[in-house]
């Protein structure tokens, strides 16, 4: 079992930057793969950038590359997700995850945070 808290989020204006962490606890975190998604109302859970073991492989999603970077810290059981030129479409609520493999049909994953909410006003 993994446990994750989000923690980070706010509310920027376009252009402004938010730098989002997700601490983890229980099983063997290096063992897993781990992800922050997003969801807007309305909207399915969508995958926005996600890294593997070590940082072996990441994944970043096309309307986030240039802006959004992920990272993790082993040491500190603990991942990132930087945050760039924001704009209002980045408005959604955040979620960490964990996995044993990367997907990007949120479905397929199986632990969660409780997610933190982003908001960028135009």
């Known amino acids: 079992q993994v446990q994750l808290v989000e923690s980070g989020g706010g509310v920027t204006q376009a252009g402004g930057s938010l730098k989002l962490s997700c601490v983890a606890s229980?099983?063997?975190?290096?063992?897993?793969?781990v992800g922050w998604f997003r969801q807007s109302p309305g909207k399915e859970r969508g995958l926005v950038a996600a890294?593997?073991?070590?940082?072996?492989?990441?994944y970043l999603q096309d309307s986030v590359k240039g802006r959004f970077a992920i990272s993790r810290d082993n040491a500190k059981n603990t991942i990132y997700l930087q945050m760039n030129n924001l704009n209002p479409e980045d408005t959604a609520v955040y979620y960490c995850?964990?996995?044993?493999?990367?997907?990007?049909?949120?479905?397929?994953?199986?632990?969660w945070g409780q997610g933190t909410q982003v908001t960028v006003s135009s």
């Open positions: 229980g099983s063997t975190f290096t063992r897993y793969e």
């Open positions: 890294m593997g073991w070590y940082a072996s492989k990441t």
């Open positions: 995850a964990a996995n044993k493999g990367i997907y990007t049909d949120y479905r397929e994953w199986q632990f």
